[in-house]
């Protein structure tokens, strides 16, 4: 029922910047947990940040400092910037939307942008 889709990806040299965007709809946005993901070819699905429903981040230790997660309640919709690009920041950027409840574990993903960071 839910539906998450990524925007924003593309193409940018080291030590530039995108942003990334992810539109939620069929949920109650307000209440879920909020990820972004990334996978690299050869490697595991890693979380890159996350953000809860009363606006608490987390980020892992190599993006902190570059990377900002936000959302906007309003328009349903999480947001990555990410300043300071390098080549290992380069991978598939997935969008997450969890929310566990006593009767039910939801768990939404969207289909994923690239992120190429190369000169």
């Known amino acids: 029922q839910g539906q998450l889709v990524e925007s924003g990806g593309g193409l940018v040299q080291p030590g530039g910047s995108l942003r990334l965007s992810c539109l939620a709809s069929?949920?109650?946005?307000?209440?879920?947990?909020m990820n972004w993901y990334r996978q690299a070819p050869g490697k595991e699905r890693e979380l890159v940040a996350g953000?809860?429903?009363?606006?608490?981040?987390n980020y892992k230790d190599s993006v902190k400092g570059r990377f900002t997660i936000s959302r906007d309640n309003v328009k349903n919709t999480v947001a990555l910037q990410m300043n300071s690009l390098k080549p290992e920041d380069a991978a598939v950027y997935f969008c997450?939307?969890?929310?566990?409840?006593?009767?039910?574990?939801?768990?939404?993903w969207g289909q994923g942008t690239q992120v190429t960071v190369s000169s």
């Open positions: 069929g949920m109650n946005f307000n209440r879920y947990t």
């Open positions: 953000i809860s429903s009363d606006g608490r981040t």
């Open positions: 997450n939307a969890v929310l566990n409840t006593f009767l039910k574990k939801y768990d939404y």
